[in-house]
């Protein structure tokens, strides 16, 4: 329980220096903080407006610590201001209309690519040295090595144009109705094969260079020698005694990898076009909507907090050490 | 011997000859580039030809000439990144894992800190803020935001040092901490930094390309990054002229995945473990001959 109260504080402070940030970011640049922030939009926005989102954001007379108490309450109460570009939709709002798309992408992909590279991890290094195993490494650190963008730009241009295959563009088709029929449910399915695909040849590298390191490592171990001894079959020592253990320093990728992925995805939805929040940063980036790209970091800042805490929970799960409350 | 262990890898072979190949070749931008890449010297959107090795941008400028230009900026700016980052991860995991104590817990908390707030999304209201960020602007801000995974790693392996027993030794015939960090804890974090570095120079080549393409660069400096923006604005893929954007998308892989063989390459020789492949085989193949038993 203290292992979880720890975590928890922590996570608070992270958000914390997150709005901090935010904070201090209009503050610091040449020239009138609200004018950076809104900017051209000022013009179209009611003195009314400009007043709620002087008030939110703390833009006042008072002394800056109580302009910054000021912000940070608002953060907490999730009110992030009003967007500019898609005026007058609060910030919070359109958020949270592309966050599904995302969390769709991004789930999906991890857990493909986390399944697939781990498999594909403990094979190389079970193999090691065969002709699998020198291929599949290299080849998976040369694709972790090439930016996102490069591989969107690629599979759009085979893919997308090229072939025709596929549909190069947003989430679903748009003279379909969003609703719970298999026509959508498919047009959404067909739409997310490129984003999820290039997701998941930029992620599984990721998992699948430290599963086989790990399982090389633990190759060595006593209780595998001791197992094989044994006469247990091949397989049953290579995933219940090996890549059981191997799996653990995997979880934490997983967390860590995450926020790689949050890189991925936005790119990727720039690229498609799809609908998710990294889209939705892109064109408040194009339309300079602070309000809202600050927004986008904060529940970015959330997502990677959350996964954090989920990982510590499996890590609990996985490893007893930590659950009869040693140090993790 | 590091280096003779290098040579003998083929993966890091193949690395360094890709990479030294690209920075040969913007090196000598001035000399091989038949344009200057910033003229119109074509109509737009030629395909590749021999007059253009790899046709002209919407603009008519020299595609050819463009991506040996580009390549002085986007590697210069990757080098410089990485340089502050691996600076930075050093001074602090060093000391963290040296000094312990206070010291540790203020770094490990600001390395944990800058762990879990997301890169992206921190560099891209940075970038916005900013405005149409330079190529140098773009290698500091990534540079100051990309150390605390490396530091986290110096940091865990500056600790396992300490306990050794030559550093004991050390402290105990009262050398300077000066010293000791510097002449008997750093040659030993050597191929740790060296592969950070390595790691840190793709990522900041990869960011640097992200970062402009989606247009928050300065659209006038040339490089791989601000190509694929003006490929990808002036809808280069929809009218067929795939050069325009295929050709920086290469250039960028073809380098990360240099970098990429080479650390991977680093990581064999410095870790034996991961080393035994080659061994291997030699046992393999000796075995089906039958030169010895299993």
């Not at chain 1, 954001?57 to 910054?68: E, H, K, N, W």
């Not at chain 1, 790990?214 to 094989?228: A, V």
């Not at chain 2, 990144?81 to 206070?102: E, K, Q, V």
């Not at chain 2, 990054?225 to 050069?243: E, F, P, R």
Request: proline fraction near 5%; hydrophobic fraction near 55%.
């Amino acid at each position: 329980m203290q292992f979880f109260a720890r975590r928890l504080s922590f996570y608070l402070v992270a958000f914390l220096i997150a709005a901090t940030i935010n904070f201090f970011l209009p503050r610091i640049m040449p020239g009138d903080p609200l004018a950076i922030m809104f900017g051209p939009q000022m013009a179209r926005m009611s003195p009314e407006t400009i007043d709620a989102m002087r008030d939110t954001f703390g833009f006042s007379d008072a002394p800056l610590i109580q302009q910054y108490f000021q912000y940070v309450v608002n953060v907490f109460q999730w009110d992030l201001g009003v967007s500019t570009k898609f005026f007058p939709k609060p910030v919070s709002e359109v958020l949270a209309d592309g966050l599904v798309w995302t969390l769709f992408l991004v789930g999906s992909s991890t857990i493909i690519s986390f399944l697939l590279g781990s498999i594909l991890g403990l094979l190389a290094a079970w193999f090691r040295g065969s002709i699998f195993d020198s291929l599949a490494t290299p080849g998976a650190l040369v694709m972790q090595s090439i930016p996102s963008v490069v591989i969107c730009l690629v599979a759009l241009i085979i893919f997308g144009i090229g072939l025709n295959w596929l549909p190069t563009g947003y989430g679903y088709d748009t003279s379909l109705d969003p609703q719970w029929t298999f026509e959508f449910a498919g047009s959404v399915l067909k739409h997310s094969i490129l984003p999820i695909g290039t997701l998941v040849v930029f992620q599984m590298a990721g998992f699948l260079i430290p599963m086989r390191a790990n399982m090389i490592n633990l190759l060595g171990e006593d209780y595998i020698t001791m197992g094989r001894a044994k006469g247990l079959s091949g397989s049953r020592v290579m995933f219940t005694y090996g890549a059981r253990n191997a799996l653990l320093p995997s979880m934490t990728t997983l967390a860590m990898a995450l926020g790689f992925v949050v890189g991925g995805s936005f790119i990727t939805e720039v690229v498609f076009n799809y609908p998710g929040i990294g889209y939705i940063m892109f064109q408040a980036i194009l339309a300079r909507d602070y309000p809202l790209v600050q927004g986008h970091m904060l529940i970015f800042t959330m997502v990677m907090l959350t996964a954090n805490f989920l990982a510590d929970l499996l890590y609990v799960v996985l490893d007893p050490r930590v659950r009869h409350g040693g140090e993790a | 011997m590091f280096f003779k262990l290098l040579i003998r890898n083929p993966q890091a072979v193949i690395g360094m000859s890709i990479m030294a190949f690209f920075i040969v070749i913007s090196l000598a931008a001035p000399i091989i580039a038949p344009y200057d890449p910033e003229a119109r010297v074509g109509l737009p959107h030629e395909a590749p030809s021999s007059e253009h090795l790899f046709g002209t941008s919407r603009m008519g400028r020299d595609v050819f000439s463009q991506v040996l230009y580009a390549g002085q900026i986007s590697i210069t700016v990757g080098i410089t990144a990485g340089l502050i980052t691996t600076f930075i991860a050093l001074a602090t995991g060093l000391s963290a894992g040296y000094f312990g104590g206070r010291i540790d817990e203020v770094i490990t908390f600001a390395t944990n800190v800058i762990l879990v707030l997301p890169q992206l999304p921190l560099l891209l209201v940075l970038a916005a803020f900013l405005g149409e960020v330079s190529p140098a602007l773009i290698a500091f801000i990534i540079g100051v935001t990309s150390w605390a995974w490396g530091s986290r790693v110096i940091r865990s392996q500056t600790l396992a040092l300490r306990e050794k027993e030559f550093i004991k030794a050390a402290e105990l015939i009262g050398e300077p901490a000066r010293r000791i960090i510097f002449i008997e804890l750093l040659p030993n974090l050597i191929s740790i930094i060296g592969s950070g570095f390595i790691g840190a120079v793709i990522y900041a080549v990869m960011t640097q390309a992200t970062l402009e393409f989606i247009g928050l660069g300065d659209p006038t400096s040339i490089s791989w990054g601000t190509m694929l923006y003006h490929a990808q604005t002036s809808s280069a893929i929809y009218v067929g002229a795939w050069w325009d954007l295929l050709v920086p998308c290469v250039a960028i892989s073809l380098f990360g995945a240099s970098l990429a063989l080479l650390n991977f390459a680093v990581d064999e020789v410095a870790n034996p473990k991961l080393r035994a492949k080659g061994a291997l085989r030699r046992y393999k193949r000796m075995l089906k001959r039958g030169e010895v038993k299993a």
